[in-house]
């Protein structure tokens, strides 16, 4: 008698508290895929919570040696992460298990933005000029060298985590101070105590999720931010798609992030770019290694329901992909921005909010008494509020009334670092 084929399985690298693992774990089950949680955690307490794969992304030689011994218990066809802090360890198990992904030198570079930045000038891909320093320089000095208005940035965190402007020297110095304390703060891995200083890029905000299929770009979706990005700090709230840009301006974004990608290398999975638009054309701001952050996804799907997750799963175990185009009409999503540093008390309106015509959902993320903390230093949302409608107008216009009738009591009880 033949043997029923065991289904496929992946190993996805996922932190505890990540929004994006249940949309993959939903995906893999309406696949039929089986899915190994490689959690960032001690392999200690991974053993007490009786989870399968306990690694410790910041060691990764002792992690892709995990993964490898487990991998020859349990063969794998891919190995995804789900966001940013495991996209390099995510290449160097590929790697050591000879499965196909993009390489481990691509994935760092997509994670490091100095690197990210050199090979862009490089290769020619309009980016602003830049210049890296440490957190231990003088900030009175390095205020000196710069062009302004310019922007700090760290190296290593994402969702403008610790991303501040300054228009001269008295706010370059305030604000390469306090990116310095919160690097301070964190957990040290190589490369954590750079900070690099890059000119400020004017123009309208767009971010491209796309898919690379051996090095080809397709785009899923072209999302405009209406909200304006200018600083001091740069939160986004609202993204819309389809982009209403000319079709022609479209095509160079589009263009602008497939340059991009091949300088840095990366050939196949998700990419999520963010670029600038203005009078000169598109600039790169960065781009990703990995699909959309949070819960933004859900604004995707592709053919019959097929959602973006499902999409980056059939890529990897090799599954046919009957459609790349997104579904028609609009939708759009608002990341509900933090208020104020403190303890959130109370949330009203939601009910209220989920009456807007063309409001699909509001998922509020954040917990009741626990600590809010805003950008720059805060990393998370309050939640998540999905619109669909026919045109992209009537998306933000629904965004915005519902995020009007929600109401967030924050006690104000820890100081933000200045």
Known sequence: MAQTPLPPRVILLMRATTYRARPFLEAAARLGIEVVKGIDMPPELAEYWHAPLGLQFDQPEQAVEAIVEFARRNPVQAILAVD?????????????????????????????????????????????????????????QVAAEVEYPCVVKPLLLSGSRGVIRANNPAEFEAAFRRLGRLLASMQRVPGSTGILVENFIPGFEVALEGMLDRGQLKVLALFDKPDPLDGPFFEETIYVTPSRLPVSVQTEIADCAAQAAAALGLRQGPIHAELRVNETGPWLVEVAGRSIGGLCSQTLRFGPDVSLEELILRQA??????????????????????????????????????????????????????????????????????????????????????????????????????
């Open 84 to 140: 940013d802090s495991a996209t390099v360890l995510a290449a160097l198990a590929s790697e050591a298990l000879g499965l196909a992904f993009n390489s481990s030198e691509a994935a760092l570079a997509a994670r490091n933005k100095y690197r990210m930045r050199q090979l862009l000038s490089a290769a020619g891909v309009p980016c602003p000029n830049f210049r890296l320093y440490d957190m231990a320089d003088n900030p009175t």
């Open 317 to 418: 175990v090799g599954l046919e992909i009957a459609s790349w185009r997104g579904d028609e009409g609009a939708r759009g999503v608002m990341m509900i921005p933090i208020p104020g540093a403190g303890l959130l008390k109370r949330v009203d309106g939601v009910e209220a909010a989920r009456q807007v015509p063309g409001i699909e959902s509001v998922e509020i993320t954040a917990q009741l008494y626990q600590p809010l903390v805003p950008l720059p230093e805060g990393e998370s949302y309050l939640g998540f509020i999905f619109a669909r409608a026919n045109e992209p107008a009537e998306v933000e216009a629904a965004l915005r009334q519902a995020h009007a009738r929600l109401h967030f009591e924050v006690e104000i009880m820890l100081p933000v670092l200045q």
